[in-house]
């Protein structure tokens, strides 16, 4: 199974004890801590649960484990995600998340719905980047606007946009280099290719990804919030939820974050990502 594997066998042991008293709420608000959730998401989910198993006097550990389960759906506020076309999306995350891979999956998802997608190799400080993208662009059969290595990322940008509006192109994704949040120009960088596509194409849709890497837990809020200084960030792809992931920062990223997980990716195979579903989500947790 993979994901949450340690955290899954000692919660499945926490919901066969007998009785629902302080120890089982103690060991339960631990799991969930330990799970990156946070100390702080996890003591107000913990909460919650007391005060409903109160109310509805629940006094076995079966229905608490039901009414967990509404409250950590609940807790994620997933809307149905809607894409509306034309649509350029701008892919950013510090470098080792995946990000190049995680386009390669993005286009096999929208090319399997029928939409025809652009790349654009934005990502001009590192040659092997572009090399990697065009690689991932003949394998997917999609064409690719790229320009030579130290280019000019808006540059790029501006080329493909029109290249998209030339051929009626419906989705556009637009690799950006790995930018560290202490490295000001690269953010200065991105802003100017976000300023870029919406003055070239003001009647398209907008969308700022941020891809992070479930397995750094506490640390991706840190990459969100440096990332939303500079730029709007619409969503997050949240990837590698197939190895030793915990996954909790899930929930602390769209509760205070205000940000909402749009794909989730749990492989490496390219059709291995999937928009967000808390349902499905919640009881990947909890079977």
Known sequence: MGIFKKFFEKLKYTFKRTELNDDFYDELEALLVSSDMGVETALDIMDELRDVCKQKLIKDIDHAQIQLKQLLIEKLNAQEIKFNYPLIITVVGVNGVGKTTTIA?????FTKNKKSVLLAAGDTFRA??????????????????????????????????????????DVLIVDTAGRLHTKTNLMKELEKINNVARREYSNANFLNLIVLDASIGQNSIAQVKAFKDSVNIDGIVLTKLDGTAKGGVVYPIINDLKVPIIFTGFGEGVDDLAPFDANSFVEKILM
């Open 128 to 169: 092997a980047a572009t090399e990697q993208l065009s690689n991932w662009a003949d394998k997917l059969k999609v064409k690719i606007i790229k320009q030579g290595e130290g280019a000019d990322s808006a540059s790029v940008v501006f080329d493909a946009i029109t290249s998209m509006k030339a051929k009626n192109v």
């Open 105 to 109: 999956k993005m286009t096999k998802y």
